[in-house]
């Protein structure tokens, strides 16, 4: 009995190894992604900023692969006509994260997907 108390111990310790660990994980995925937007040149402008607090918020949301992918489209999206620059890119990006599923709707319905 003595030894089940131990090792329910040691796996008490590595569950909350793991538990610390996702959440180093999950803060250097914030971290990176907060990094990419700031360096790229419309999103840095924003107004209001978009900080670590908000990108935690996306990413635990949408997920980090999809907003890796979604803010890459919105760059080149964004380059293709300058003219379209944002006021607020807080709102432009949760608009276009939220729009996506109807754009694969429609791509789906019309049989481009």
């Known amino acids: 009995m003595n030894d089940m108390a131990g090792h329910d111990d040691l796996y008490r310790e590595e569950i909350l190894k793991a538990a610390q660990q996702a959440n180093v994980n999950k803060k250097d995925v914030v971290e990176r992604l907060l990094k990419k937007i700031n360096e790229t040149r419309f999103f840095k402008d924003s107004k209001p900023a ?14 980090e692969k999809e907003l890796r992918q979604e803010l890459n489209k919105m760059y080149v999206w964004l380059l293709a006509d300058p003219r379209r620059r944002k006021k607020n890119y807080r709102r432009f990006i949760v608009n276009w994260l939220n729009n996506k599923d109807k754009r694969f709707y429609v791509e789906w319905r019309r049989g481009d997907y």
């Open 50 to 63: 978009i900080d670590f607090e908000f990108v935690e918020h996306l990413v635990k949301t949408y997920g």
